[in-house]
């Protein structure tokens, strides 16, 4: 009988480890069919007759959503509608009965033109300065629906240089304007940066009968961006209260008066409107996105606020992962390694900014890339999908991929029950 030599003995061993640490590594097939959820909200797009595409609105989790929503602002703090996040009349006649608020964030002049056309009682407030032209074409081609600019519209701007362009709109149109200045809390995306500026604009409006100054719009959402690290985002949490009060306390020394209601004083924004209660010098958030909740929303702040939006689109192709001509060798190689490689899903459409969510354990082709016609998805095959059959995807942001798919299918106790327009896509 042979014997192994001490060196034979340890070589055999390294190599006998180093194979059973790689196979320690390798992935082991994941996935599985539909949860209980998507499975009944896969039946009811069949029983809609749905066969493309669709971008589908849970709302019993958006009144969920909007709840908690209204439990923090509800007799602490006044509560704006971000409406690029939330696209659709409909959506934002619900929210707006859910909520107790008329008051809507505007961010483009189709969506001005829309909102004071179609919900005349709403409040609105520019969420970004608009060109004085986008300005001026609104005052010159608006219809007549009872909305009075004068009383209920707040164009937002940033800096002297706009402001004067304002003003000489104002006295050309004969048109008194609300004024709401921007102001940077920390973003440095835009905005007033000190008070020196801020003096000269206070100036600037009291020299012009027509503008009126209607309050302060500082976004601090960014804060929540910040890495928790060594108490980074704490520290901008911090910078940007503090900064807004400075300036919130300066316009309260200068000569200017806000509305007879006082001056609109908004900040927040869905990541962070629950870090003010009223108790500071805001008395005004905006939220948008926290009642879908796409995925770049899951966040320590709204971990009890539920998804609500999905993109459903059918499954038009699925079996085992044949690579294009040319790259069969790698493709062999990577479904060796990696089981959740070996079984395709080709999609109708594709390519949006949105994660697969059910079945679980699909992903896309690092080798093939993506596609906005047909795009591949692969997986262990154990999802058990076929044609026909939905793949939900969740979106990453609800602004701009809300309005890709048409209609809203809009879903409610195990059925498709209403189809809701979307706005028209705009920048």
Known sequence: MAYLTRRQFMGAATVA????????????????????????????????????????????RMRHNADQVKQHVQGRIQLRLVNKSLPCLNLLHELSLLTGTQRQMVFSLPYLHLITQHKPQSDVLLGKPLPVA?????????????????????????TPERLKQYSDLARAQQQTMRINIEIDVGLHRGG????????????????????????????????????????????????????????????????????????????????????????????????????????DFDTPLLSDFLPAAFIATPVLKTGPFVAPDGVEFFSRMASAWDANQRHSVFIYGGQWMAQPVSPEGLSASALIGKSSNQQILLGSGKQGLRPDDFVFLRPTQSEAVLQQFGDIAVYEHGRITDMWPVFPAQA
């Open 192 to 295: 007033v940066p000190d008070l020196a500026a801020m003096q000269t604009m206070v100036q600037m409006i009291m020299a012009e009968p027509l503008l009126q100054w209607a309050g302060l719009m500082g976004y601090d959402a960014h804060t929540e961006k910040i890495p928790e690290l060594i108490g980074l985002r704490q520290e901008a949490r911090l910078h940007a209260a503090q900064t807004y009060k400075r300036f919130a306390d300066y316009m309260q020394q200068s000569p200017l008066k806000g509305s007879p209601a006082g001056p609109t004083l908004n900040t927040g924004g869905s990541p962070s409107f629950r870090l003010h209660d009223g108790m500071g010098a805001a008395n005004e958030v905006a939220v948008g996105s926290a009642m879908v909740k796409p995925t």
């Open 134 to 158: 986008a300005a001026a074409h609104y005052y010159a081609s608006r219809s007549v629906s009872g909305f009075e600019p004068a009383k209920q519209l707040q164009w937002l701007v940033d």
């Open 17 to 60: 480890g180093s194979v059973g640490g790689v196979a320690w590594l390798q992935p082991t097939p994941s996935g599985a069919p539909h949860e209980p959820y998507f499975a009944t909200l896969n039946h009811a797009l069949h029983q809609a007759g749905i066969g493309t595409p669709t971008m589908v609105l849970d709302l019993v």
